[in-house]
């Protein structure tokens, strides 16, 4: 087999811990000899054994003289568990492949001297672009303090994501909605406005899918949500610019406020990061849609598009970004197309 059918194989492992290892790396990794993989495992969530220990575990005595793949470069501290990369020299690996660097300051680099001064032939970059794709979340957090945002919309052929009368149930068809919960899942919360609150009084739960349930994140500047919205209970954080005091069943940051009075979403994220919130899924409305865009808070895109059509009164997903030239549109990258159900979704990464 060659080498890159095993980092492939590692890589898909990883992808195994989507949803559970946050704020960790999600981390794959086989040990191989002879040609045979003799040793597998993937890292299942925080406080849990690392890909690496779980691999050579597998692999028991086999692993002395055999190579690793793992898709993220060893760890060097002690954490909630022991470094890796003693236990990689330990094992007698006499060779490691791994995908990419960690960009965690604390190993970033020092995993891989750790192992060439031990003998350990080491060799960076199988699938580097992959692996760096699957730790996006991990990858921005890790270095910045601030979460991954994901804007997520639902809208028909011609923009729309609600008709003039606010109607949007449903956009898309059951398999996209099932999707979206699942979404859900991977992410560590999911955040709307208060005019989604209002008009659709969603539990933003992921009741369609297996996974955990996200924390949800209103953005309610005026601290109106009524007392009995659906959204609330554990789990649910009022991001809110107002002094009033209310006993609601929700945790509740208060926040500066920007140029237009509402809640300061640049602060918002920064609070974000401060509590472990490494990934938000940004799921509307159109008012917050707009304020993520315009201050540039985007890191990624998912766009479903329904096959409906509301016409020119519907309303559309966003609103003025004030770009009054072609070249200063906001453009998609690295996009993806995918059939959902009746549904085709757009993945793809805004370029500022």
């Not at 568990?81 to 492949?97: E, L, N, W, Y």
């Not at 070249?327 to 197309?337: C, D, L």
Request: hydrophobic share 40%.
């Amino acid at each position: 087999m060659e080498l890159i059918h095993y980092m492939r194989y590692a890589l898909t492992l990883a992808k195994k811990g989507k949803g559970t290892t946050s704020p960790n790396p999600m981390v794959g990794a086989v040990v191989v000899k002879n040609g045979r993989i003799v040793g597998k495992g993937y890292h299942k969530g925080k406080g849990r054994p690392h890909a690496e220990y779980i691999a050579i575990e597998d692999a028991g005595s086999l692993a002395r003289g055999a190579t690793l793949f793992v898709t993220l470069e060893p760890c060097v501290h002690f954490g909630a568990t022991s470094p890796c990369v003693d236990t990689i020299i330990k094992a007698g690996i006499k060779k490691v492949f791994m995908a990419t660097i960690d960009p965690n300051p604390i190993v970033n680099g020092k995993g891989v001297k750790k192992l060439l001064d031990a003998g350990v032939d080491v060799e960076v970059g199988l699938c580097e672009k992959k692996a760096i794709e699957l730790n996006e979340i991990y990858n921005k957090f890790i270095t910045t303090g601030e979460p991954f945002v994901i804007l997520k919309v639902a809208t028909t052929l011609d923009g729309r994501i609600a008709t003039e009368t606010h109607e949007s149930k449903w956009i898309t068809d059951e398999v996209g909605r099932r999707y979206v919960h699942e979404l859900r899942s991977w992410v560590d919360a999911v955040l709307v406005g208060i005019n989604t609150i209002s008009t659709d009084d969603p539990l933003l739960t992921t009741r369609l899918a297996k996974g955990k349930n996200p924390k949800r994140i209103v953005l309610d500047s005026d601290f109106r949500i009524p007392a009995n919205a659906r959204v609330l209970g554990d789990g649910c954080i009022i991001a809110t610019a107002s002094s009033q005091e209310r006993e609601i069943d929700a945790e509740v940051w208060r926040l500066n406020k920007d140029k237009t009075g509402r809640v300061d979403i640049k602060a918002l994220l920064k609070e974000a990061g401060k509590r472990n919130i490494t990934s938000i899924l940004v799921e509307g409305g159109r008012d917050v849609y707009t304020s993520f865009l315009r201050n540039k808070l985007v890191n990624k895109f998912y766009i479903f598009i329904g096959t409906k059509i509301f016409g020119e009164n519907g309303i559309p997903f966003v609103g003025n970004l004030g770009i009054q030239s072609l070249k200063n549109a906001i453009n998609m990258e690295y996009t993806r197309v995918k059939r959902i159900g009746r549904d085709v979704l757009i993945t793809g990464y805004p370029c500022f």
